[in-house]
């Protein structure tokens, strides 16, 4: 476990371990569970980096959240759901108030600390990944997949193939694959890709990878023999350039294969080399690149030497911790408006995430222009956002390749509505709004 603490003056570079402090009675404490060890470090490390560096900028530039700074520390849980599950129960009550909220950083751990959060009224961040129902704040009030679900990624993928084939009538009778982590983070889009092809008529077929990904042979293989007219691929870590390196193995071409945003980072693809020339990726909306608020970071963390990580600065997944964490600030913010300007607990930031509304005009003034669209949740949406776009990798650069598209609620909200009456009617809940 890895503690960090923002107010110190200590650069943070890879693995570092320090003391934590008591914490004032103006303290938020905010947890951070990250994974800077093992097969899937390549990813957690940028993203943990753009986490802590944004927290920090918020108490150098700002002095904290309205005057509360921001204490936090991380806790290593190797994306092993008994591990995050255990740095849960040890940081949820630090601080005078506990923790604000968490962002689990797997879909395993986030299924099972949806079953603790309701009892420690604990927010669940989950930014682009989690339980795809939870968006149904009815059933789910403590869970917040904002910016997009594996639902939505999914409609999305297959809106992008439909448009490369000329119109969603060409996509009838032709072959679909996906590619997937065995694990609760692969199988997520299943359901909604299974809807889809029957929808619009072509064969889909799921090909689950075990963990943590480093052996594919037979599954590209496979591929090989039954010549898809896609493949999706639902990687993270060390599988999403693996998956790169057999394609090109058996010759499957690239540009036919469309990862999920959290397959589609340069440590997804600078391993493959040439190989991974022409692979495409949904984006969570943003991409690599600076905005205005890497002006500040640069000018208020990295360069008084506090950064978790300059090394991934701007890239990607440091650029989706940054957007994360800005998400939670903001929560907090919000929730400050009610509850006063001092440390709160999960159930008032839970308010926070309900009541966000971020604007364009929001946006801009944070410095996130151009990297993610209007956010704005309630107690019935805790998602808050529908859009994707597809970028594709030129061998040096991530190229963003397509407009933005909206997923079909038409299809995806039915999902919703039944996967979480089956979720509340299995767990005898009591379901409706709290605000």
């Given at each position: 476990m890895k503690k960090l603490t923002l107010s110190l003056a200590a650069a943070v570079t890879g693995v570092m371990s320090l003391a934590a402090p008591a914490l004032a009675q103006n303290e938020q404490f905010l947890p951070a569970l990250v994974y800077r060890t093992g097969p899937?470090?390549?990813?957690?490390?940028?993203?943990?980096?753009?986490?802590?560096?944004?927290?920090?900028?918020?108490?150098?530039?700002?002095?904290?959240?309205?005057?509360?700074?921001?204490?936090?520390?991380?806790?290593?849980?190797?994306?092993?759901?008994?591990?995050?599950?255990?740095?849960?129960?040890?940081?949820?009550?630090?601080?005078?108030?506990?923790?604000?909220?968490?962002?689990?950083?797997?879909?395993?751990?986030?299924?099972?600390?949806?079953?603790?959060?309701?009892?420690?009224?604990?927010?669940?961040?989950?930014?682009?990944?989690?339980?795809?129902?939870?968006?149904?704040?009815?059933?789910?009030?403590?869970?917040?997949?904002?910016?997009?679900?594996?639902?939505?990624?999914?409609?999305?993928?297959?809106?992008?193939?439909?448009?490369?084939?000329?119109?969603?009538?060409?996509?009838?009778?032709?072959?679909?694959?996906?590619?997937?982590?065995?694990?609760?983070?692969?199988?997520?889009?299943?359901?909604?890709?299974?809807?889809?092809?029957?929808?619009?008529?072509?064969?889909?077929?799921?090909?689950?990878?075990?963990?943590?990904?480093?052996?594919?042979?037979?599954?590209?293989?496979?591929?090989?023999?039954?010549?898809?007219?896609?493949?999706?691929?639902?990687?993270?870590?060390?599988?999403?350039?693996?998956?790169?390196?057999?394609?090109?193995?058996?010759?499957?071409?690239?540009?036919?294969?469309?990862?999920?945003?959290?397959?589609?980072?340069?440590?997804?693809?600078?391993?493959?080399?040439?190989?991974?020339?022409?692979?495409?990726?949904?984006?969570?909306?943003?991409?690599?690149?600076?905005?205005?608020?890497?002006?500040?970071?640069k000018k208020h963390v990295i360069d008084k030497g506090k950064s978790a990580g300059k090394d991934d600065f701007a890239q990607i997944l440091y650029n989706r911790g940054l957007i994360n964490s800005m998400i939670g600030v903001e929560a907090i913010r919000k929730a400050q408006e009610k509850f006063g300007k001092k440390p709160l607990k999960g159930e008032e930031v839970r308010w926070g995430f309900e009541n966000l509304d971020l604007t364009a005009a929001r946006l801009k003034e944070l410095g996130f222009e151009g990297m993610v669209q209007p956010i704005k949740m309630s107690c019935a949406d805790h998602q808050g956002g529908d859009v994707a776009r597809v970028q594709q990798w030129d061998g040096k650069n991530w190229k963003t390749i397509s407009d933005y598209y909206t997923a079909d609620r038409s299809l995806l909200d039915p999902m919703v509505a039944a996967a979480s009456k089956k979720y509340a009617e299995e767990k005898k809940l009591a379901v409706g709004c709290l605000n």
């Open positions: 899937y470090a390549p990813n957690g490390v940028p993203f943990a980096n753009g986490v802590a560096d944004y927290w920090t900028m918020i108490n150098e530039r700002d002095g904290g959240i309205n005057g509360v700074k921001i204490v936090f520390e991380e806790c290593e849980t190797g994306y092993a759901t008994d591990k995050g599950v255990e740095c849960y129960e040890r940081l949820k009550g630090k601080g005078p108030t506990g923790a604000g909220y968490f962002s689990p950083l797997s879909t395993g751990i986030t299924f099972a600390l949806t079953e603790k959060a309701p009892g420690d009224k604990m927010p669940l961040l989950t930014t682009g990944y989690g339980r795809s129902e939870s968006r149904n704040g009815a059933v789910f009030p403590w869970n917040f997949v904002a910016l997009g679900s594996y639902w939505t990624a999914a409609d999305v993928a297959i809106q992008h193939i439909a448009k490369e084939m000329g119109g969603i009538d060409k996509v009838k009778g032709k072959k679909i694959s996906l590619v997937y982590h065995d694990s609760p983070y692969g199988k997520e889009p299943i359901a909604a890709l299974e809807a889809r092809a029957k929808k619009d008529g072509f064969e889909f077929k799921a090909i689950p990878v075990t963990h943590p990904g480093v052996e594919q042979k037979s599954q590209w293989l496979a591929i090989r023999q039954d010549k898809p007219d896609y493949v999706l691929l639902w990687g993270w870590g060390v599988m999403n350039s693996t998956s790169i390196k057999e394609a090109a193995s058996v010759a499957y071409p690239r540009d036919k294969i469309i990862g999920v945003w959290w397959s589609g980072a340069e440590p997804d693809v600078t391993p493959a080399g040439d190989q991974a020339v022409g692979y495409k990726s949904l984006m969570l909306q943003h991409g690599a690149g600076q905005s205005a608020i890497h002006a500040d970071v």
